[in-house]
């Protein structure tokens, strides 16, 4: 596709339940990040990868996260024994190449994640 | 401190004003500077991104970055109705970006 596009929109769930989210770069970028972004802040960094090798996943508030990106594409954020204070907008960004300095993000529409 | 401040506003101005919005930072080591737009409920919108100071400029839009003083603007000429949004500034290296809070703009006709 012509952008980022991640999946589901928005999810719902449980406190205590696993969700995974998903992001689809634009085609060919070479570097993926998670972002979660509270109402009224701004995007607030979890991890990035370049290629299929995560590079800091400083950002990632505890273990309950994780995130891969097994081939170089198609990336999935989980969460484990989902808590409220894990409703938030997660968003996906991709970027060309970080080799030779760059870093424009394209960011897509986000999941909102709700936990009951 | 905050790694990049920035006043959330909200900002409201007549169409056709100037408008004026402002990040600080405090890490000297960030390279790259960025300014999104986000409508309501959509993704952030890459606007401008420079890496050096001095003024970018890209129709209406400017960018300003003075690294001596770790300060970063983005000024709006002419402003339409079409431009209120949050606009968000982005500081960082080759990597992560760290984010300001935004600030809301409203452009009334």
């Known amino acids: 596709g012509a952008g980022v596009s991640q999946s589901p929109r928005y999810k719902v769930t449980k406190r205590g339940q696993d969700v995974a989210l998903r992001c689809d770069p634009i085609s060919g970028h070479v570097s993926l990040y998670w972002y979660r972004q509270a109402l009224g802040q701004g995007p607030e960094f979890l991890t990035y990868f370049n290629y299929e090798a995560q590079q800091d996943k400083s950002g990632l508030p505890n273990d309950r996260f994780s995130a891969e990106r097994p081939e170089g594409s198609i990336s999935t954020l989980t969460i484990q024994r989902t808590e409220q204070r894990d409703s938030a907008m997660y968003r996906c960004?991709?970027?060309?190449?970080?080799?030779?300095?760059?870093?424009?993000?394209?960011f897509g529409p986000g999941t909102r994640l709700t936990v009951l | 401190q905050k790694e990049v401040e920035q006043d959330p506003g909200p900002l409201s101005v007549p169409e056709g004003a100037i408008v004026s919005l402002n990040c600080t930072y405090s890490n000297s080591a960030f390279q790259y500077f960025m300014w999104y737009r986000q409508y309501s409920r959509k993704g952030p919108e890459l606007l401008m991104y420079t890496y050096s100071s001095g003024n970018k400029e890209d129709g209406r839009f400017t960018a300003q970055v003075d690294k001596s003083s770790k300060y970063i603007s983005l000024f709006i000429r002419d402003s339409q109705p079409s431009d209120s949004a949050t606009y968000l500034c982005a500081i960082g290296g080759s990597e992560k970006l760290v984010f300001g809070k935004g600030t809301k703009l409203t452009v009334n006709p």
């Open positions: 960004a991709s970027s060309l190449d970080t080799s030779g300095g760059h870093n424009e993000q394209f």
